[in-house]
């Protein structure tokens, strides 16, 4: 089938701890109780030596439903796009059978991010149909860590916000700032830095 | 093993017409002989239905060697980040075994677009490692069509070029754009207008 070696097809998985760790029945029910989940899972990414200190998960904004989680696999799978943002969003989407997650017969949905989002996630939020993003670590966070965050201006955000999405900022910030300075600490690749 | 449904696999593959339509073994030696590939591509993921106007390669500069291939996925695939430009930067760097296709040993690459890169992959082209973008459509052809493109400003075009990415703009643009043109005249969807 794939005697060429650029047509087979590509897999992206979850490390193999989320299985015991993530508790998928639950309702999260607020913003902090949503934001110690994608910080335990940015955490375990960093123990566990299965990528970069950041985590994200899907949720149903109403009834808190954890949709998806995701967390940084650019290493683990080499693939520079896999930040925790894109690979919750597909999970979302790959578990909805929907390429947006706005839709008449769907709930809404948010994302919420252990740190703001680099210019490709940020890009990737507005064609993912969430309607809130709730952030934890600020890019400057990040940066001052050497994690570099690309081309994100303050207009970048309000194009976002001119187009329905709500922006939530600095939810246990202090919180998830500690795990990317304990994978500093580890001595953990910057990559792309 | 994936008794939740949250936990199964993803994958990501080429629509069958790929195998037939990519030459693989040839150098694609100008921008115009590369560009061409791209719209080719674009081209047949309009005409067998396969997804949106847009398609993307990489090639090695220098060699002019194809190393992959991307088209627009979003709806075969129900994803909203699989635009053509990060289906070739994840299956380049599949082939290439890295998360980055700029490394000591590796040859410099570049991505080929047949139209400007949205906020998205503007974004990942920085994660990617390319060294060069050459772009066939412009932003303004694709918004007069009714796509988005997001949150990129000139800015964001300098920040790439400051960190050494070059850009090259209209290559066959009418070709290009003639593309986007025939997926509005089939009544394509217009995904996250």
Not at 54 to 71: D, N, P, R, T
Not at 80 to 89: G, N, Y
Not at 184 to 191: A, E, H, Q
Request: hydrophobic share 40%; glycine share 8%.
């Amino acid at each position: 089938m794939t005697s060429d070696p650029g047509l087979a097809a590509l897999r992206v998985d979850y490390p193999p701890w989320v299985r015991d760790q993530v508790a998928w029945g639950r309702a999260y029910r607020s913003d902090p109780d949503r934001m110690r989940l994608v910080i335990a899972l940015a955490r375990a990414n960093v123990e566990q030596e299965t990528g970069g200190p950041f985590g994200a998960a899907i949720f149903e904004a109403e009834s808190g439903k954890l949709v998806s989680v995701g967390m940084n696999s650019v290493v683990r799978l080499n693939n520079c796009a896999l930040h925790a943002e894109i690979v919750a969003f597909m999970m979302a989407q790959r578990r909805i059978g929907s390429f947006t997650l706005k839709a008449p017969n769907l709930a809404v949905h948010e994302l919420v991010t252990s740190c703001e989002p680099c210019a490709m996630c940020l890009g990737a939020t507005l064609w993912s149909g969430v309607s809130r993003v709730v952030c934890g670590a600020a890019r400057e966070d990040a940066t001052r860590l050497r994690f570099e965050e690309g081309p994100v201006f303050p207009e970048s955000y309000r194009y976002l916000e001119d187009r329905g999405v709500r922006i939530a900022r600095h939810v246990l910030r202090e919180e998830a700032k500690e795990i990317l300075e304990l994978y500093r600490s580890r001595g953990g690749t910057i990559y792309n830095a």
